[in-house]
């Protein structure tokens, strides 16, 4: 609000906004800005931000002066504050994709990337300074997401709906192992073990943008506990079952005995089923049937044994029943588990001697018949703590894991249901970086694309903090490209580019104003 602000035309000028950092309290941290009318008083908002996803840029055309920017919070939780940079331009500027030309085509007609700020940010296939070399297939890439992250952690679980990623549960490193994954720990509550968070997070791939999710400390009593050993399960109705798994008050364990059902679109818990009748399990496996009834094999029960039973929970009653099944595969924790029509798909493990095991079992839940299965092709080693997730619907993908050492392995396989042949995902470079873990987050978008979160390397004691996505002759990243900046393109209006030289350099104003939550 100045003098030559107020002097301009309205008309003819039009605001940009952006954000490199925003990290407030959802619904309880509000950031505006309004325009200040004749009166005095103030207009309804032009936008209004709230939360902890980085919001995508956004524009203003026919700007009045003067206007605000409009901080409001409760001052009870000190997060990680606001970075924010706006800029007023003349309306006959042409504004792309970004604040800075850059100087060369970034091949964005042909989906190669798109300019950021004067450099090319290149999509998940291409590479270079102008993205116009492509990335070989068969191999992981490393995703750089915006705003803030989740912490490092181990033992999360991932399940999609809709084409988002849910995330939820898991370990943290306590404070003297990093010390910074635990700053980007607000939703903690002090009277459970610190390591342990209860949000849910959410990944929006097309914006490459994460968001936590957790109400108010008024509601908190509402939501689960945090846990390990769980399973995390998306069904068919769009809806995620929690089952399992343990909690830690002060290094003293308790196995949970409730089953809780979250809804994305109403962002709520229930709780399911009586206590009483809820199987204890840990680190065992489970997946959702096409009818909506969830299946979980195998772990370990209330009193440590491994076990080899298999539960269902009816997708009616809300109820929980063991199945009668044949005999079939050992008592086991660890392993994983994948739903085919009414078929359940077992891999590995590890026994209670600590043997570990590379067996693929086929459960028919109808019947509670287990075959075991040969398939052809190549053989990984045995292992337990890896990850399946399905594509498609004739695929699985096996990751990582921990092998016969008990270390981390970086191997991906693929297994095809319907032919029954193994085959190993070789490297397609010999630099290329497969993720070497165990216990990570992993789930598959419809589309094909593969997502891996954190994880563990074991006995070298590192949990990762970092997002990676699968890139393979199927084009299941072909999806994956960084659209963070798309939205802006629909929105800007390409004028005449007849502006002099000099009126586009007077007339432009960056300016950058950072926020910091008290």
Same mark, same amino acid.
């Given at each position: 609000n100045n003098n030559n602000n107020n002097n301009k035309e309205s008309s003819s000028y039009s605001l940009y906004m952006w954000f490199s950092k925003f990290h407030t309290e959802r619904y309880w941290d509000v950031l505006s800005v309004r325009g200040v009318l004749a009166d005095g008083s103030l207009s309804e908002p032009w936008f209004r931000f709230s939360g902890a996803a980085t919001p995508l840029p956004v524009r203003r055309e026919n700007v009045t002066f003067p206007f605000i920017v409009q901080f409001e919070s409760d001052a009870t939780r000190v997060f990680g504050g606001i970075e924010m940079f706006y800029m007023l331009y003349p309306r006959s500027l042409e504004l792309v994709k970004g604040v800075f030309r850059c100087t060369t085509s970034c091949g964005e007609d042909e989906g190669r990337g798109q300019c950021h700020n004067g450099k090319c940010v290149c999509n998940a296939?291409?590479?270079?300074?102008?993205?116009?070399?492509?990335?070989a297939n068969n191999q992981w890439l490393a995703i750089a997401t915006h705003g803030i992250k989740p912490p490092a952690l181990q033992s999360s679980k991932m399940a999609v709906v809709d084409e988002l990623a849910y995330m939820f549960g898991g370990r *943290?490193?306590?404070?003297?192992? #990093? $010390? @910074?994954?635990?700053?980007?720990?607000?939703?903690?509550d002090t009277a459970v073990d610190l390591t342990m968070p209860r949000c849910v997070w959410v990944y929006d791939h097309a914006r490459s943008t994460w968001s936590s999710l957790l109400p108010p400390p008024s509601l908190l009593s509402s939501w689960p506990l945090g846990v390990v050993g769980h399973v995390w399960i998306a069904r068919p109705d769009e809806t995620i079952v929690l089952h399992g798994g343990k909690h830690v008050v002060n290094a003293a364990r308790s196995m949970m005995n409730r089953t809780w059902v979250f809804s994305p679109a109403t962002r709520s818990w229930v709780v399911l089923a009586d206590a009483s009748t809820t199987p204890l399990r840990t680190r065992h496996c489970g997946c959702a049937l096409a009818d909506g009834r969830v299946a979980i094999a195998h772990?370990?029960?209330?009193?440590?044994?491994?076990? *080899?039973?298999?539960?269902?929970? #009816? $997708? @009616?009653?809300?109820?929980w029943a063991e199945l009668d099944v044949t005999s079939g595969p050992s008592a086991r924790a660890g392993a994983t588990a994948s739903c085919f029509g009414s078929s359940l798909v077992l891999i590995g493990g590890m026994t209670q001697d600590l043997t570990l095991q590379y067996d693929i079992w086929i459960l028919n839940v109808d019947t509670g018949e287990w075959t075991q299965?040969?398939?052809?092709g190549d053989f990984p080693q045995p292992r337990f703590a890896?990850?399946?997730?399905?594509?498609?619907?004739?695929?699985?993908?096996l990751v990582a894991g921990a092998a016969s050492s008990r270390e981390a392995t970086d191997d991906t396989w693929m297994y095809n249901f319907e032919t029954n042949r193994l085959t190993r995902s070789l490297h397609a470079e010999e630099d290329s970086k497969y993720p070497e873990r165990l216990w990570a987050a992993v789930g598959a978008l419809k589309s094909g694309?593969?997502?891996?979160?954190?994880g563990t390397s074991y006995f070298k004691g590192h949990t990762f903090d970092d997002l990676w996505t699968y890139l393979d002759s199927f084009g299941?990243?072909?999806?994956?490209?960084?659209?963070?900046?798309?939205?802006?393109?629909?929105?800007?209006?390409?004028?005449s580019t007849t502006t002099s030289s000099a009126k586009t350099t007077a007339a432009k104003t960056t300016t950058k104003t950072t926020l910091t939550t008290t």
């Open positions: 296939r291409f590479m270079g300074a102008q993205c116009a070399e492509r990335r *943290s490193p306590s404070s003297s192992q #990093s $010390a @910074t994954s635990n700053d980007l720990m607000p939703w903690r772990g370990v029960d209330g009193s440590g044994t491994f076990s *080899s039973s298999v539960f269902v929970l #009816s $997708a @009616t009653t809300g109820e299965r040969s398939p052809s890896h990850a399946a997730v399905k594509r498609w619907d004739r695929e699985l993908m694309v593969v997502l891996m979160y954190g299941s990243a072909a999806d994956s490209d960084v659209r963070f900046y798309s939205s802006l393109s629909s929105t800007t209006t390409k004028t």
